[in-house]
């Protein structure tokens, strides 16, 4: 019902940027929390940045300073600005979104994941 599509990864030098986007699109009534994860090989899966529908933001102590997050609203898309990019922040990331549906008179909130955009950093 509901699909979150990243775009925007790929591969870039140490010090280098990049941007990602996630749409969301289906049958969607309002979106809460939206947020970028990301997982290392070998590691777990972890927060990277979040952005409430109200535009608070979070970030994780590692990319705070060189990394935004920002949102559009109408276009249910969260963005990830990502600066001074280390090797170290090489992973599949994955943007995620708390999502309330409605079908007639039920709302259901559900948490719903893209498939991953691959960023890597080269030294």
């Known amino acids: 019902q509901v699909q979150l599509v990243e775009s925007g990864g790929g591969l870039v030098q140490t010090g280098g940027s990049l941007s990602l986007s996630c749409v969301a699109s289906g049958r969607i009534y309002s979106i809460n929390t939206m947020a970028w994860y990301r997982q290392a090989p070998g590691k777990q899966r972890e927060l990277v940045a979040d952005?409430?529908?109200?535009?608070?933001?979070n970030y994780a102590d590692s990319v705070k300073g060189r990394f935004t997050i920002s949102r559009d609203n109408a276009k249910n898309t969260v963005y990830l600005q990502m600066n001074s990019l280390k090797p170290e922040d090489t992973a599949v990331f994955y943007c995620?979104?708390?999502?309330?549906?409605?079908?007639?008179?039920?709302?259901?909130?559900?948490?719903?994941w893209g498939q991953g955009t691959q960023v890597t950093v080269s030294s």
């Open positions: 995620t979104a708390s999502v309330v549906t409605r079908q007639g008179i039920q709302f259901t909130q559900q948490n719903y």
């Open positions: 952005s409430t529908s109200s535009g608070r933001t």
